[in-house]
């Protein structure tokens, strides 16, 4: 009976947790509207929520990492280089969605480089995806000779960043597309359950038969992926392919 009150208190604590969130940025949204009389037109929300897709996208797969117990600081440089790499890609003659496919594909390389990196050579993340930040920023710097590319893009380059199906910006529909599948993840698949486990206590997720090393390999795959798509996106939407986009996340988090 006692531990049963106890997971009825936690559980109504976390959803305390969750509706302060809730509170405060009502609170604040409500503050802007006061202040600005156009915080709320259709124009400025159709702005910001096409802005933070970026972060909302890489956001699902990080969170699910960190809640692994681990971390990627690389995600800027990531999203640097795979929308760098995107814009350079249109540069050559390559088809928008190949070139989407390509970048996207490096940021998976990326994470599995970092998954690699801290589960089998046991580096601590935050020092490996440290090295992984500043050789990715390295190589899109190298690659782009310091200069943002917006030559040669092609008219379609901006189709996924600026388009719209109907009244509702693609970038938006991806990102709520995203959002759903990864909280679906992370409440009804296996894969969230053992990422709560390991984030708990490893031994004991080890222990339990659950093959950590694999989970946290496929959880920075994961953030790679979802980040070097990010980065794609990002560039479609800014119309240009820029080396130091992104080089604020890591003080953001």
């Known amino acids: 009976m006692g531990r049963e009150g106890n997971m009825n208190m936690k559980i109504r604590r976390e959803i305390l947790q969750k509706l302060v969130i809730v509170v405060v940025l009502l609170f604040i949204g409500i503050i802007r509207a006061l202040l600005s009389d156009v915080f709320l037109t259709p124009t400025n929300l159709n702005n910001v929520s096409r802005q933070v897709s970026f972060v909302v996208i890489t956001g699902c797969a990080i ?3 960190m809640i692994s117990g681990n971390f990627d600081l690389s995600i800027g440089s990531i999203l640097g280089l795979t929308g760098m790499l995107s814009a ?8 928008l969605w190949f070139s989407i496919v390509l970048a996207t594909l490096i940021g998976t390389a990326i994470g599995l480089l970092n998954g690699v990196l801290v589960v089998k ?3 601590p ?3 490996a995806t440290l090295g992984t930040m500043y050789a990715a920023r390295g190589v899109a710097l190298v690659i782009s000779g310091g200069h943002s590319i917006h030559l040669g893009l092609g008219p379609h380059f901006t189709l996924l960043g600026r388009g719209y199906i109907g009244p509702v910006p693609i970038s938006l529909l991806i ?8 909280y679906f993840i992370e ?3 296996i894969l969230g359950k053992y990422s709560f486990a390991i984030g708990g206590n490893k031994r004991t997720a080890l222990l339990s038969g659950i093959n950590v090393d694999a989970v946290v390999i496929l959880l920075y795959v994961l953030v790679g992926t979802l980040t070097g798509f990010s980065g794609t996106l990002m560039a479609s939407r800014l119309g240009v392919g820029q080396a130091m986009v992104g080089g604020s996340w890591v003080h953001r988090r």
């Open 121 to 123: 050579l046991k580096i």
């Open 88 to 95: 350079y890609f249109m540069t050559l003659g390559i088809p």
């Open 63 to 65: 969170t699910l990492l």
């Open 175 to 182: 990102t709520i597309s995203i959002l759903f599948l990864f």
């Open 187 to 189: 409440t009804k698949t």
């Open 125 to 127: 993340s935050i020092i």
